[in-house]
């Protein structure tokens, strides 16, 4: 049942991964859903097995089949990539003695995943979080407390308990809304600050410390490696809502002893 339920998040992952792309161009341009339907250069119908999603762009080599215009590569990773991520997901909390608890706790981690995802996409792409995005995150991220708070599942570090969720927001938050305001949105928007509420909750306290510091040390050094390879100037500024994503997510997947052995190093009786 473990592969079944693993093959199929992979499977629905990627799937969603090409609608959430076509959602966060709606969030910017507010223009109609009509999704990956057409060939953006030809306007050449695209066919259903056209739409599948990684075997198709494998199968056309990242081409249009009528103009040979290059589909944008970015398709491949974010399919891939939210497909290996909702697969992972089952895989690691579904095995074949699974009850509604679990699959409970499976369905509020991918909808909070795919909140994340959608601000990831967005952010890199157009240097904007819509709402829809940390928005959703929060939705599944309360889920996932509750789930905790009412013991059906399993006390671990993750889900935080409901306290332990509250405080993380609230740090989360009013860091980040300390870093906006003093730089007037240069190094943090606003939009990274509401992410916050979702990242908070996700982790909560005390990992949500460790999240942003794991956050802003990546963030500096891909800050320094793309100003190295002069991809990018001293005075561009990259989107840092990929880097505030990055650690919670990670923390779901990593071994709980690991971070228990963190956070005894840093002395939070845990
Ligand atoms: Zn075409």
């Known amino acids: 049942m473990q592969e079944l339920v693993s093959l199929f998040a992979f499977v629905y992952g990627a799937a969603i991964a090409s609608f959430l792309d076509v959602v966060s161009e709606?969030?910017?341009?507010?223009?109609?859903?009509?999704?990956?339907?057409?060939?953006?250069?030809?306007?050449?119908?695209?066919?259903?097995?056209?739409?599948?999603?990684?075997f198709s762009w494998l199968w056309l080599l990242g081409k249009c089949s009528q103009c040979r215009v290059l589909i944008p590569q970015r398709h491949l990773f974010e399919e891939l990539g939210l497909g290996l991520l909702f697969g992972f997901s089952a895989w690691q909390i579904i095995s074949d003695s699974s009850g509604a608890g679990e699959f409970t706790l499976l369905f509020f981690v991918l909808i909070s995943f795919s909140g994340l995802a959608l601000?990831?996409?967005?952010?890199?792409r157009f240097y904007i979080i819509p709402d829809s995005?940390?928005?959703?995150?929060?939705?599944?991220?309360?889920?996932?407390?509750?789930?905790?708070?009412?013991?059906?599942?399993?006390?671990r570090l993750l889900p935080p308990a409901f306290s332990q969720a509250g405080l993380g927001i609230l740090l989360a938050v009013v860091f980040l809304a300390v870093?906006?305001?003093?730089?007037?949105?240069?190094?943090?928007?606003?939009?990274?600050?509401?992410?916050?509420?979702?990242?908070?909750?996700?982790?909560?306290?005390?990992?949500?410390?460790?999240?942003?510091?794991?956050?802003?040390?990546?963030?500096?050094?891909?800050?320094?490696?793309?100003?190295?390879?002069?991809?990018?100037?001293?005075?561009?500024?990259?989107?840092?809502?990929?880097?505030?994503?990055?650690?919670?997510?990670?923390?779901?997947?990593?071994?709980?002893?690991?971070?228990?052995?963190?956070?005894?190093?840093?002395?939070?009786?845990?």
């Open 26 to 54: 709606r969030a910017v341009n507010h223009g109609p859903l009509t999704g990956r339907s057409h060939c953006p250069a030809c306007g050449k119908k695209l066919l259903w097995w056209e739409l599948v999603p990684i």
């Open 133 to 155: 995005a940390w928005i959703t995150a929060v939705v599944g991220a309360t889920g996932l407390v509750a789930l905790r708070a009412f013991d059906v599942i399993e006390q």
């Open 179 to 270: 870093f906006a305001m003093v730089s007037r949105g240069a190094w943090m928007g606003w939009g990274d600050v509401k992410l916050a509420v979702a990242l908070g909750a996700l982790v909560g306290y005390p990992l949500i410390l460790f999240s942003l510091a794991f956050s802003f040390i990546l963030g500096a050094f891909v800050g320094l490696a793309l100003v190295m390879l002069r991809a990018k100037t001293l005075k561009q500024t990259i989107p840092f809502g990929p880097f505030l994503i990055i650690p919670p997510v990670v923390m779901y997947f990593v071994p709980e002893i690991w971070l228990r052995n963190l956070l005894a190093f840093f002395l939070f009786s845990n």
């Open 119 to 124: 601000a990831f996409f967005a952010d890199f």
